[in-house]
C-alpha cells in the first residue's frame, strides 16, 4: 500500500515538474531589455524601470506592442505597462519608461518568485529527483509497464517544454530582470511581441537596386552606364531563384523568393585591329581596350640587333625589353620592332712624334665609315701604321696620311701609328762609322740625334776634315764623336801633307 502511494505521488511531482514551461527572451534581429537604475529598493521608494526594444535588422519592423509585468505586491506608480502597436526602423531602438512602487506591509510575507528564468533550476531539479526516484519504484513493480509507458511520454513532453531559442515566426519574446524590493527578491518581466516578415538580401553587381527585401516585394534593377567603349549584354541571376522580368534590358524586375539573391549586369567590350610588325613578319589581332598582348621581337637581322617598341597608341609596358606587354587603347593601334646595326668601338692611338685624329675611342655601328689623319711632327715620317692585324709601311719619308676606316666586321677595332726620325746620309772618306757599338760602311743612313763615332783607318790620316759638321777642335783625334744633325753629313781623314 506504502509502495503505491509512494508512486502515486512521485508520478505525480514528475509529471508536474515537466509540465512548467520556461519564456526566452530570444528573437531574429529584434532585443529587448528591461531595467532599473539600482539592484536594491526600500518599502515605498520609487522603483524606475525601462524596457528598451533594439531593431538590428537591415529592415523596418512594424506592428510591435509590449506589456511590463509586475510582481505580485508591487504597484505601478507612473507610466503606462502597455504600449501600443509602433514601428522601429533598421538599427533604431525604442524605450517605455515607468515607475513603479512597493508600499510598507504591516506583516512579512514572502512574493513569489514570478520570473521563468529564476525557476528553472528548481523545477529541472525536481523533474531529475522525482523521475529517478519513480523509475526505481516501477522497476520494482513488475505491474508498472503501463505507468512506465505513461511516464516515458511525460518525460518527453516535459523535455519539449524546457527553454529553447525563439525562431523568428514565433514573433515575441520575454524579457526578465531580478531586483530586490524591501529585502525580497522579485522578478519583474516584459514581453515583446511584432510583426515579423522574412527579409533576405538583394546584391547588384555593376547596377543599383542592393538591399534587403521581404519575400514578395518586386525588386527594381537598373545596370551601370557601359563603360568606354563597351555594350551593355544583359542579366545574370549568379545565385538565389530569381526570375527576371526581362533580362535584356538595362531596367527590370523580380518578385523577391525567400532566399538571397545575387544579379549581374554583363558588357561587352568593343575589339580594336591590333597589327604587330617585326623580323618575322606581321601579326593581325583583335583586342579589347585595356585588354593586354604578348610582343616579341624575334631574332634581329644580320649585324643588328633589337633596339625598341614603337606604337601609334596604347601602353608599352617596357619598349626597351625584346620580350614584353602591350595594352590596347580605345582605338586600332600598330607596334613595330625596331632593330639598329650593332655598335663597336674603334680606338686610334699615336706614338711620339706624331698624331693621329681623331684620337682615344669613337663608336662606330657596323657598316659606319670614319675619317682619319696621320700627321708626323717635325723631323720625323710615318715608320708603319697597324689597322687591326694589318700593318702598312709608308715607300719612303711619308709625313701625312689620310684615310677612312670602315667598319665591316663584328668585333671592336684600333688603329695605331708609330712615327720614326727622319734618316740623313754619313758618308766617311779613309774612316769607320759606329753606332750603339756597331761598325756601318763608310756610307750609311743614321737618324737625326744619334750618336756617331768615326774612327781613322790608319795613323797616316792624322786630321779630319768636312764642311757639315765642326770638326775644328777634333781635327787632330783619330777617335772623334758627335750627333747626327737634321742633314746629310760628308767628313774625310786626312794625312798631314
Given at each position: 500500500?506504502?509502495?503505491?502511494?509512494?508512486?502515486?505521488?512521485?508520478?505525480?511531482?514528475?509529471?508536474?515538474?515537466?509540465?512548467?514551461?520556461?519564456?526566452?527572451?530570444?528573437?531574429?534581429?529584434?532585443?529587448?531589455?528591461?531595467?532599473?537604475?539600482?539592484?536594491?529598493?526600500?518599502?515605498?521608494?520609487?522603483?524606475?524601470?525601462?524596457?528598451?526594444?533594439?531593431?538590428?535588422?537591415?529592415?523596418?519592423?512594424?506592428g510591435?506592442?509590449?506589456?511590463?509585468?509586475?510582481?505580485?505586491?508591487?504597484?505601478?506608480?507612473?507610466?503606462?505597462?502597455?504600449?501600443?502597436?509602433?514601428?522601429?526602423?533598421?538599427?533604431?531602438?525604442?524605450?517605455?519608461?515607468?515607475?513603479?512602487?512597493?508600499?510598507?506591509?504591516?506583516?512579512?510575507?514572502?512574493?513569489?518568485?514570478?520570473?521563468?528564468?529564476?525557476?528553472?533550476?528548481?523545477?529541472?531539479?525536481?523533474?531529475?529527483i522525482?523521475?529517478?526516484?519513480?523509475?526505481?519504484?516501477?522497476?520494482?513493480?513488475?505491474?508498472?509497464?503501463?505507468?512506465?509507458?505513461?511516464?516515458?511520454?511525460?518525460?518527453?513532453?516535459?523535455?519539449?517544454?524546457?527553454?529553447?531559442?525563439?525562431e523568428?515566426?514565433?514573433?515575441?519574446?520575454?524579457?526578465?530582470?531580478?531586483?530586490?524590493?524591501?529585502?525580497?527578491?522579485?522578478?519583474?518581466?516584459?514581453?515583446?511581441?511584432?510583426?515579423?516578415?522574412?527579409?533576405?538580401?538583394?546584391?547588384?553587381?555593376?547596377?543599383?537596386g542592393?538591399?534587403?527585401?521581404?519575400?514578395?516585394?518586386?525588386?527594381?534593377?537598373?545596370?551601370?552606364?557601359?563603360?568606354?567603349?563597351?555594350?551593355?549584354?544583359?542579366?545574370?541571376?549568379?545565385?538565389?531563384?530569381?526570375?527576371?522580368?526581362?533580362?535584356?534590358?538595362?531596367?527590370?524586375?523580380?518578385?523577391?523568393?525567400s532566399?538571397?539573391?545575387?544579379?549581374?549586369?554583363?558588357?561587352?567590350?568593343?575589339?580594336?585591329?591590333?597589327?604587330?610588325?617585326?623580323?618575322?613578319?606581321?601579326?593581325?589581332?583583335?583586342?579589347?581596350?585595356?585588354?593586354?598582348?604578348?610582343?616579341?621581337?624575334?631574332?634581329?637581322?644580320?649585324?643588328c640587333?633589337?633596339?625598341?617598341w614603337?606604337?601609334?597608341?596604347?601602353?608599352?609596358?617596357?619598349?626597351?625589353?625584346?620580350?614584353?606587354?602591350?595594352?590596347?587603347?580605345?582605338?586600332?593601334?600598330?607596334?613595330?620592332?625596331?632593330?639598329?646595326a650593332?655598335?663597336?668601338?674603334?680606338?686610334?692611338?699615336?706614338?711620339?712624334?706624331?698624331?693621329?685624329?681623331?684620337?682615344?675611342?669613337?663608336?662606330?655601328?657596323?657598316?659606319?665609315?670614319?675619317?682619319?689623319?696621320?700627321?708626323?711632327?717635325?723631323?720625323?715620317h710615318?715608320?708603319?701604321?697597324l689597322?687591326?692585324?694589318?700593318?702598312?709601311?709608308?715607300?719612303?719619308?711619308?709625313?701625312?696620311?689620310?684615310?677612312?676606316?670602315?667598319?665591316?666586321t663584328?668585333?671592336?677595332?684600333?688603329?695605331?701609328?708609330?712615327?720614326?726620325?727622319?734618316?740623313?746620309?754619313?758618308?766617311?772618306?779613309?774612316?769607320?762609322?759606329?753606332?750603339?757599338?756597331?761598325?756601318?760602311?763608310?756610307?750609311?743612313?743614321?737618324?737625326?740625334?744619334?750618336?756617331?763615332?768615326?774612327?781613322?783607318?790608319?795613323?797616316?790620316?792624322?786630321?779630319?776634315?768636312?764642311?757639315?759638321?765642326?770638326?775644328?777642335?777634333?781635327?787632330h783625334?783619330?777617335?772623334?764623336?758627335?750627333?747626327?744633325?737634321?742633314?746629310?753629313?760628308?767628313?774625310?781623314?786626312?794625312?798631314?801633307?
Amino acid at each position: 500500500m506504502k509502495r503505491k502511494i509512494i508512486t502515486v505521488l512521485l508520478s505525480l511531482v514528475f509529471m508536474f515538474s515537466t509540465g512548467m514551461t520556461v519564456m526566452a527572451a530570444d528573437a531574429v534581429g529584434i532585443s529587448a531589455a528591461l531595467t532599473s537604475e539600482k539592484t536594491a529598493y526600500s518599502a515605498n521608494e520609487d522603483i524606475d524601470l525601462k524596457l528598451t526594444v533594439t531593431n538590428a535588422n537591415k529592415y523596418g519592423v512594424d506592428g510591435i506592442q509590449t506589456k511590463i509585468t509586475l510582481p505580485d505586491g508591487i504597484k505601478l506608480k507612473s507610466g503606462s505597462l502597455t504600449q501600443n502597436a509602433f514601428s522601429l526602423e533598421a538599427g533604431k531602438s525604442a524605450a517605455n519608461d515607468v515607475i513603479a512602487i512597493k508600499q510598507a506591509e504591516t506583516q512579512d510575507y514572502t512574493v513569489p518568485d514570478t520570473g521563468a528564468g529564476s525557476q528553472l533550476p528548481l523545477w529541472a531539479a525536481l523533474m531529475v529527483i522525482s523521475g529517478s526516484a519513480l523509475a526505481v519504484v516501477i522497476i520494482r513493480n513488475k505491474k508498472g509497464k503501463t505507468i512506465a509507458s505513461l511516464i516515458l511520454c511525460a518525460a518527453v513532453i516535459g523535455t519539449m517544454a524546457m527553454p529553447t531559442a525563439v525562431e523568428a515566426e514565433d514573433k515575441s519574446f520575454t524579457a526578465s530582470e531580478d531586483l530586490t524590493v524591501n529585502s525580497k527578491k522579485m522578478t519583474f518581466t516584459a514581453e515583446v511581441t511584432y510583426g515579423y516578415v522574412i527579409h533576405n538580401d538583394v546584391t547588384v553587381t555593376n547596377g543599383t537596386g542592393t538591399g534587403t527585401y521581404a519575400e514578395g516585394d518586386v525588386v527594381m534593377i537598373t545596370a551601370d552606364n557601359a563603360p568606354a567603349s563597351s555594350t551593355f549584354t544583359g542579366w545574370t541571376v549568379e545565385s538565389g531563384e530569381a526570375t527576371l522580368a526581362d533580362a535584356t534590358k538595362i531596367t527590370t524586375t523580380f518578385t523577391m523568393p525567400s532566399a538571397p539573391v545575387t544579379v549581374k549586369a554583363n558588357y561587352t567590350a568593343k575589339q580594336y585591329s591590333l597589327i604587330i610588325e617585326n623580323q618575322s613578319g606581321t601579326l593581325s589581332l583583335k583586342r579589347a581596350a585595356g585588354e593586354k598582348a604578348t610582343l616579341v621581337a624575334g631574332r634581329a637581322p644580320e649585324h643588328c640587333h633589337f633596339d625598341k617598341w614603337i606604337a601609334d597608341g596604347g601602353t608599352i609596358e617596357d619598349a626597351s625589353a625584346a620580350t614584353t606587354t602591350f595594352t590596347m587603347p580605345a582605338s586600332n593601334a600598330n607596334v613595330i620592332a625596331n632593330y639598329t646595326a650593332n655598335e663597336y668601338t674603334l680606338t686610334l692611338s699615336a706614338s711620339k712624334g706624331g698624331t693621329i685624329s681623331p684620337s682615344g675611342t669613337v663608336k662606330l655601328k657596323y657598316g659606319d665609315t670614319k675619317h682619319y689623319k696621320l700627321q708626323a711632327d717635325s723631323g720625323y715620317h710615318i715608320s708603319k701604321v697597324l689597322i687591326g692585324d694589318e700593318t702598312f709601311i709608308p715607300d719612303g719619308r711619308v709625313k701625312s696620311i689620310e684615310d677612312d676606316y670602315r667598319q665591316t666586321t663584328d668585333t671592336d677595332a684600333s688603329i695605331s701609328v708609330e712615327y720614326a726620325k727622319d734618316q740623313y746620309s754619313l758618308t766617311v772618306e779613309y774612316g769607320t762609322i759606329t753606332v750603339d757599338g756597331k761598325t756601318l760602311s763608310n756610307d750609311a743612313y743614321i737618324e737625326w740625334g744619334t750618336s756617331v763615332t768615326l774612327t781613322m783607318k790608319d795613323p797616316e790620316h792624322s786630321s779630319w776634315v768636312s764642311n757639315d759638321i765642326d770638326v775644328r777642335d777634333v781635327s787632330h783625334n783619330s777617335t772623334i764623336s758627335f750627333t747626327m744633325p737634321e742633314k746629310n753629313v760628308y767628313i774625310q781623314a786626312l794625312a798631314e801633307s
